[in-house]
Structures are given as structure tokens and as C-alpha cells.
């Protein structure tokens, strides 16, 4: 029996799993939405809303400048950073389109993106969507992604539907149908 035994193994030994969701968490900061399993997704969860928690409760300190703060809200803030340094990258390279290589820094991402999007909510930073099964294996397939505004990001356009809505547009009386257009 598993009692007080939280979390999924994988199948992997500890050091593997930890490497696996340190990953996972660098990309979904990194492109704020990846596709990966259901169990994956939902343990990966638990990772990624805990290490955004820690930007979040600095509250402003998070996102302030550094000439504007007191020594002790310097300090508070640079030991969470150190937290959240000590489990995902530091820096990555990000393919623009083009081809084009960015560096981006995933501890500021997390202080001063993430942290002021998510300022005023007491938790639920991530969704899942599922997809359904994979074609090779027939796994169980899920998007996460983080909630809010997710036009902004380079993962969708402004005119882009998010999996599971439908866009429909009613015609209205002073735009004639297809139907209506008779000649």
C-alpha cells in the first residue's frame, strides 16, 4: 500500500524523475503551453505551481527594480530566486521564427512575466486540456498551459481558438446570409 507515499513515479528512479520534471517545467515556462501525458501533466502541475508560488508571494517585490527596493526585500527576493535557480535552468535558447536563437532568461521569466500576470490569484496558475489517446502507443495526451492571457504569447495568435471552443459567427440583420444573397 502507498499510504503517505504523494506523487507518481514514473517508473524512474529519483534522480531521472527529478531531471524529467525540471525539463518539463524549463519548457512550460519557456513556451507557457506544452503537449505531454495526462499523469505527466497533472504531476507536473504540482512542480510548476509550487516554484511560480514562491515568485508570486514576494508580491510587488517580485517585479520591482532593484534601486527601488530596502535591503531586506533585496534579500527576500534573491533568496527566492536562488530557490527557483536551484530547480530549473537559468538560461535556455529559444528558436525564434526564422531560425533565429534567443536567449532567455527563465528565473527573470518567472519574477517578471509570470509573477505579475498572476499577482492577484490565489492559485490554479496552470489548465489541462486533454486530447485523447496517442497514434503510436495510444497514450492518454494533454496540453498544459498557463491560465490568463494567453493572447500576448507566441504560442497563439489573436485570432487562434483554443482547443475544445468553437468559434461560430451569427449573422446579424444588416449582414445579408449566403442564402439571402439571391440574384
Known amino acids: ?31 507557457e503551453r506544452i503537449e505531454t501525458t495526462d499523469a ?4 507536473l502541475r504540482r512542480v510548476a505551481e509550487r516554484l511560480l508560488t514562491k515568485a508570486i508571494r514576494l508580491g510587488e517585490v517580485a517585479y520591482t527594480t532593484g534601486d527601488k527596493l530596502s535591503d531586506a526585500d533585496k534579500a527576500r527576493r534573491l533568496h527566492a530566486k536562488r530557490l527557483v535557480a536551484a530547480y530549473i535552468p537559468r538560461f535556455v535558447t529559444k528558436i525564434e521564427k526564422g531560425g533565429v536563437e534567443k536567449r532567455v532568461d527563465l528565473v527573470e521569466k518567472v519574477f517578471l512575466d509570470l509573477a505579475r500576470r498572476f499577482k492577484g490569484r490565489a492559485g490554479g496558475y496552470t489548465r489541462i486540456v486533454k486530447f485523447g489517446p496517442r497514434r503510436g502507443d495510444n497514450a492518454p495526451i494533454s496540453m498544459i498551459e ?17 482547443p475544445g471552443k468553437t468559434t461560430t459567427k451569427v449573422a446579424t440583420a444588416a449582414e445579408p446570409t449566403a442564402a439571402s444573397k439571391v440574384e
Open 1 to 31: 500500500m502507498r499510504h503517505k507515499n504523494a506523487g507518481r513515479k514514473f517508473d524512474r528512479n529519483t534522480s531521472s524523475r527529478r531531471a524529467m520534471f525540471r525539463n518539463l517545467t524549463a519548457n512550460l515556462v519557456l513556451h
Open 40 to 43: 505527466k501533466a497533472k504531476e
Open 146 to 162: 498557463f491560465v490568463g492571457d494567453l493572447a500576448d504569447s507566441p504560442a497563439t495568435g489573436s485570432d487562434a481558438a483554443t
